[in-house]
């Protein structure tokens, strides 16, 4: 926010998000340490977010420094087998569904466990995308423009929901 505050009419882009130390196939929290950086870079005044490699083979490389990472997509050089992690189907939450020139708006949770980021699209549709790191299950109240739906958003999961005005 004190960056965004200090400079407002500059286009503010998180470059390289990745997870160091490896390649851990199937393991669920590196997803939810996406959508934990995501959301927080963009409600704190991020334009956009890129992933460093998006794309890795099974050793986390290939690498000029030996600092080897996760991806959102891991491809084996020897079987030919594509493996596509949780944080791919997670950064799909954000990349389908915010269209390009869309403006993030407010949006607040009552519920100290859950990370919500909301935009509105240049079609007018509103875009939530609400993350539960917990281990409950927990009920919300989506409210938008008087309207308003109930959710129950699963632990360990992230929901998107499109709202057409």
């Known amino acids: 926010m004190k960056t965004r505050a ?28 996406y959508a934990h950086n995501m959301i927080g870079d963009l409600i704190h005044g991020a334009n956009g977010w890129i992933d460093w490699n998006l ?10 420094v030996a600092n080897f990472c996760d991806a959102p997509i891991i491809a084996d050089p020897v079987t030919n087998h594509v ?3 949780s944080s791919y189907y997670y950064i799909g939450h954000f990349s389908k569904y ?29 875009v939530t995308i609400i993350f539960n790191p917990s281990a409950d299950n927990c ?6 423009n008087g309207k308003s739906t109930p959710i129950n958003v699963l632990s360990h999961s992230i929901v998107t929901y499109l709202w057409n005005e």
């Open 55 to 64: 794309l890795l083979d099974t050793n986390g490389g290939p690498n000029h």
């Open 6 to 33: 200090a400079f407002p009419d500059k286009y503010l882009m998180f470059t390289e998000g990745c997870i160091e130390n490896g390649v851990r196939l199937g393991q669920w929290d590196r997803g939810e340490q």
């Open 139 to 144: 009920r919300y109240q989506l409210r938008i």
């Open 83 to 85: 493996y596509y992690q």
């Open 98 to 126: 915010i269209q390009p020139g869309a403006r993030r708006v407010q949006c607040f949770s009552s519920n100290k466990r859950l990370a919500t980021v909301a935009f509105k699209n240049s079609d007018h549709s509103v």
